[in-house]
């Protein structure tokens, strides 16, 4: 019998330190708009300042403006990004148009933004077959995704293809929630792709809550960043209401994945200001006003107008004109959207294969029948 002696492994000591390589969130301003980090601000031109404020404040008005449209009746279902914007533009800022992108159901922005059109994502908000005409014009990306984690796994697969057709200087990159990373499906994408070692960048959008669940509830795990390192994929955390950082953490997981060196994973830490969808949940049942507070403090557009305010870059009329040409814009959109044909049952069917399989091709040719009476 072995003699009592000290412990042969300090199991207490692993778990107390394992997520430290993985919690340093990378920040450039803080809460206040101070300049927390010269060097990595100075990478910045005026130009690009001023290009990354307006997109957040794109973001911004199209989600007002989508759910002024949304409680008017106009619209499906709707995931706010109230909050998200410095995540979610930093991170689109990064990409390029050769990448392949597969959302989720809160990155219509981002989808937008490489390339699809806002009347697309009203059409895909009513489930209507055109909203996918982006995929005909050769813009890389996939549907917006409803079952959480599955885009993981089908990011992953593209993440292949593009190492095995030799595509030089892309990625697939793919989005989450917090609540997604405890899905099998973030576990089977992130090792699959690492096995490969295929040029992916896998994000989660820490947002804090998945509908009513916590993050605290959702996960023993520290952060989520290192929820990579099992399937040897590094894990970064990043100040996801700082979008310069975002920025900078983004092109710097593409630049290494473009590299050969396998997949990266970056948890942004943001918060979800508003309701999960539009479908009316009432965050009031399930966190308190004192919760909220810290998280409104650190705004991700206050921050950076104060930045840009202070180096005479940016005043509230630039920003009030820029709201009314985007909300402009978004009404157009509507309209556009709004003018599409009534969907039929054949064109939903005709969307489902590039080749359809027999029974479907005999459904088509039975609902074309039905539709031309
Ligand atoms: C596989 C699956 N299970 C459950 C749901 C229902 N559902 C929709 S959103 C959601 C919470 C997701 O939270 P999170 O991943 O943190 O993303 P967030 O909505 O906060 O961006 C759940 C459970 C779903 N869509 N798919």
Redesign the pocket.
């Known amino acids: 019998m072995a003699a009592k002696s000290k412990h042969v492994v300090d199991f207490a000591k692993i778990k107390s330190t394992m997520s430290d390589p993985y919690k340093k969130p990378v920040q450039v301003i803080d809460e206040s708009g101070k300049i927390v980090n010269q060097e990595l601000f100075d990478q910045f031109s005026d130009d690009e300042l001023v290009t990354l404020m307006e997109k957040m404040v794109w973001e911004r008005a199209l989600h007002e403006q989508t759910m002024n449209f949304s409680r008017q009746g106009r619209l499906g279902f709707y ?1 706010p990004t109230y909050g998200e914007e410095a995540s979610e533009m930093g991170i689109a800022h990064a990409m390029k148009k050769q990448d392949y992108l597969f959302p ?3 990155d219509l922005p981002q989808l937008i933004q490489h390339g699809a059109t806002v009347k697309e994502g009203y059409l895909w908000s009513k489930g209507h077959y055109q909203a996918y005409d982006y995929v005909r014009r050769g813009v890389r990306a996939f549907i917006p995704q ?5 885009q993981y796994v089908q990011s992953a697969g593209a993440a292949l293809g593009i190492k095995k057709n030799g595509e030089k200087d892309t990625v697939a990159y793919t989005f ?5 990373t405890s ?1 099998g499906d973030f576990y089977e994408g992130i090792n699959f792709a690492s096995s490969f070692q295929a040029p992916e960048v896998f994000f989660v ?1 820490n ?1 804090g ?3 009513s669940v916590p993050r605290k509830t959702q996960t023993a795990a520290e952060t989520l960043a290192q929820k990579g390192v099992a399937s040897g994929v590094p894990g970064v955390q990043v100040d996801g209401m700082d979008i310069l950082a975002t920025y900078l953490v983004a092109k710097e997981a593409r630049d290494f994945v473009v590299a050969g060196n396998g997949p990266a994973l970056v948890e942004t830490l943001t918060y ?1 200001f508003g309701a ?1 969808s539009s479908a009316g949940d009432d965050p009031s049942r399930y966190r308190t006003k004192e919760q909220e507070k810290p998280w409104f403090d650190r705004d991700p557009l206050i921050r950076l107008r104060k930045v840009l305010t202070d180096k005479k870059l940016w005043d509230q009329d630039k920003e009030d004109k820029l709201v009314a040409q985007y909300k402009d814009e978004f009404k157009e959109a509507m309209k556009d959207a709004e003018a599409a044909p009534k969907q039929k049952v054949s064109d939903f069917l005709k969307n489902t294969f590039e080749v359809p399989t027999p029974d479907v091709a005999a459904d088509i040719k039975k609902y074309e029948a039905k539709e031309s009476k």
């Open positions: 995931a989720a159901y809160r409803i079952i959480i984690g599955a989450t929630g917090d609540g997604g899905q959008q947002n809550w998945a509908i979800r999960h």
